[in-house]
Nanobody, 124 residues
Framework: QVQLVESGGGLVQAGGSLRLSCAAS????????MGWFRQAPGKERDFVAA????????AYADSVKGRFTISRDNARNTVYLQMNSLKPEDTAVYYC?????????????????RGQGTQVTVSS
């Protein structure tokens, strides 16, 4: 069993930055691909970014490409999402998730574990 806890969300003005963290416990993350998803009120949960278990491969949604960076520190059992140039449309609850296996995973239903989420609000 993997427990995931997100942190780092908050209120920021458009153009600002936030760094989300996802700390894992219960099992090492080194055997898991990791991802970030987000869900805005009244909308479906959308893929944001994913990273392979080695950190050597990453993938991003077109809407965040060039602005967000996913990274991981397997020694610290933590995954990060650096978000720059934030826009009001980035406002959502952000979730991290873990999928057993080496490769990048893009779809929500492939992830076995998910955290409770952290709220990100971007004001205009």
């Amino acid at each position: 069993q993997v427990q995931l806890v997100e942190s780092g969300g908050g209120l920021v003005q458009a153009g600002g930055s936030l760094r989300l963290s996802c700390a894992a416990s219960g099992r090492t993350l080194s055997g898991y691909a990791m991802g970030w998803f987000r869900q805005a009120p009244g909308k479906e949960r959308d893929f944001v970014a994913a990273i392979s278990w080695s950190g050597g491969s990453t993938a991003y949604a077109d809407s965040v490409k060039g602005r967000f960076t996913i990274s991981r520190d397997n020694a610290r059992n933590t995954v990060y999402l650096q978000m720059n140039s934030l826009k009001p449309e980035d406002t959502a609850v952000y979730y991290c998730a873990a999928a057993l296996g080496p490769a990048v995973v893009l779809t929500t239903n492939r992830y076995e574990y998910r955290g409770q989420g952290t709220q990100v609000t971007v004001s205009s």
